[in-house]
């Protein structure tokens, strides 16, 4: 209660997502339609107690296909940001902590990823790997890695530096469990 009163548009945000889960979640309870069923005598139905928002050009109620479309868009967004986000942290804890070529190579790669127009890289990938939600959500993603694994590259390299990645070289942890065990939840928070 006291996050609502101190961060209100946060609170606001929470309470509009977790209404999206709640509807995409129930879609086949709340939609009055089926979404896909088409009707040529409702064509172009402006909205009514029948069809609140209205039908479209194939008779199909609106509003039913916004409450079922919630569950595309949530799965594709979600999906897109934790596969993007997740990608991109471990690509950024491994360039800073190799350093090196290793470093060189994927910062290279990320300015390549970078360079490309968000819009043009989502378009090329659809393209080549076909229409579907799974293409879609790489499609996505690919611009979302770099960004991310140049965040939490800063980050690490100010964490490789502490006495604690330190001591577990010493102790002679692998590399593979200091990246996974030490650097990665040290730069969760950016």
């Known amino acids: ?8 548009l946060g609170a606001a945000g929470a ?3 977790l209404f999206m889960i709640l509807i995409a979640l129930l879609a086949g309870v ?5 979404p896909l069923e088409t009707s040529f005598l409702d064509q172009l139905k402006p909205p009514s107690p029948n069809y609140l928002l209205g039908t479209d050009a194939f008779g199909r109620d609106v509003l039913s296909r916004l409450i079922y479309g919630s569950r ?4 594709i967004g979600f999906g897109a940001a934790f596969v993007g986000a997740s990608i991109g942290a471990l690509l950024g804890v491994i360039s800073a902590y190799f350093g090196g070529k290793i470093d060189l190579l994927l910062e ?3 300015d390549i990823l ?10 090329a990938v659809v393209t080549a790997l076909g229409n579907n939600d799974t293409n879609v959500i790489v499609a996505i993603t690919i611009p979302i890695i770099p960004r991310v694994a140049r965040v939490i590259r800063a980050s690490a390299l100010s964490i ?3 006495p604690f990645v330190e001591a577990a070289r010493c102790l002679g ?3 593979a469990h200091i990246v996974a065990g030490h650097m990665l939840p040290n730069v969760m928070a950016p």
């Open 160 to 162: 490789r530096q502490m």
């Open 15 to 17: 309470v509009v997502i």
């Open 1 to 8: 209660m006291d996050f609502a009163r101190h961060r209100t």
């Open 173 to 175: 942890a692998t590399h």
């Open 108 to 110: 290279r790669l990320m």
């Open 30 to 34: 709340i939609a009055p339609h089926d």
């Open 114 to 123: 970078i360079s490309f127009p968000l819009l043009i890289l989502a378009l």
């Open 72 to 75: 595309t868009a949530l799965k």
